[in-house]
């Protein structure tokens, strides 16, 4: 029984590795609503293999997202330690959405809320904190606007992320050119009174959920 358990269990590590690559290759490519069987038969493996490793389409989430997640937290950390605190806040985006821009399961996770799964959420939870300190850190240099608040920043992510996903096709760097246009309007210096309010943290949650059946 043993000896014939190893080889099992070889099989079943084996398959679960090929899900993963799978999975990763696929969700990068076509987002996070793309077909499960299109990523069974990516790897080779029935759909109910596929079940039998990840119960749920989060189970998936959860296995490759958060290492992203947690890249893009050490992309804000760094920025952080920038001599210039607007430097690091216009660096950081840049370098967010170079990643986002090659990545569109990335943008997905960035730009929506899944609670089913737990560990991409305490990884967005972390990387969260950590780009609100650049936030905060370019507001009291009197770089950035004094009302630029992190829900205004999930609308820039919002934004830019459409912008991606509508030009990529015909002009992969034009989200460059957006970005330049939102940074010179964030600036203190280029900032006029505005009517409207930012957003409260409850309604970002409920627009990334998206909108209840």
């Given at each position: 029984?043993?000896?014939?358990?190893?080889?099992?269990?070889?099989?079943?590590?084996?398959?679960?590795?090929?899900?993963?690559?799978?999975?990763?290759?696929?969700?990068?490519?076509?987002?996070?609503?793309?077909?499960?069987?299109?990523?069974?038969?990516?790897?080779?493996?029935?759909?109910?293999?596929?079940?039998?490793?990840?119960?749920?389409?989060?189970?998936?989430?959860?296995?490759?997202?958060?290492?992203?997640?947690?890249?893009?937290?050490?992309?804000?950390?760094?920025?952080?330690?920038?001599?210039?605190?607007?430097?690091?806040?216009?660096?950081?985006?840049?370098?967010?959405?170079?990643?986002?821009?090659?990545?569109?399961?990335?943008?997905?996770?960035?730009?929506?809320?899944?609670?089913?799964?737990?560990?991409?959420?305490?990884?967005?939870?972390?990387?969260?904190?950590?780009?609100?300190?650049?936030?905060?850190?370019?507001?009291?240099?009197?770089?950035l606007?004094?009302?630029?608040?992190?829900?205004?920043l999930?609308?820039v992510?919002?934004?830019?992320?459409?912008?991606?996903?509508?030009?990529?096709?015909?002009?992969p760097?034009?989200?460059?050119?957006?970005?330049?246009?939102?940074?010179?309007?964030?600036?203190?210096?280029?900032a006029?009174?505005?009517?409207v309010?930012?957003?409260?943290?409850?309604?970002?949650?409920?627009?990334?959920?998206?909108?209840?059946?």
């Amino acid at each position: 029984m043993t000896t014939e358990a190893k080889p099992l269990r070889r099989d079943a590590a084996r398959n679960r590795d090929k899900l993963r690559a799978a999975a990763s290759e696929v969700f990068t490519a076509k987002g996070l609503d793309a077909s499960l069987e299109e990523i069974a038969k990516h790897a080779k493996v029935s759909i109910g293999t596929l079940y039998n490793h990840f119960p749920t389409r989060e189970a998936l989430f959860d296995a490759i997202f958060p290492e992203r997640v947690e890249a893009t937290e050490a992309l804000a950390r760094e920025a952080l330690t920038a001599d210039d605190a607007w430097d690091g806040f216009a660096g950081y985006l840049e370098g967010l959405f170079d990643m986002l821009a090659a990545d569109r399961g990335l943008r997905h996770v960035m730009t929506r809320e899944y609670p089913a799964a737990e560990a991409l959420t305490e990884a967005c939870h972390r990387g969260f904190a950590a780009t609100e300190a650049i936030v905060l850190r370019a507001r009291e240099s009197g770089s950035l606007r004094t009302d630029f608040e992190m829900s205004d920043l999930a609308s820039v992510l919002w934004a830019m992320a459409h912008i991606i996903d509508t030009t990529a096709d015909v002009a992969p760097g034009a989200w460059r050119r957006f970005l330049a246009f939102i940074l010179d309007g964030l600036r203190s210096e280029a900032a006029h009174p505005i009517a409207v309010e930012a957003m409260r943290p409850e309604q970002i949650v409920e627009a990334l959920l998206g909108p209840s059946d």
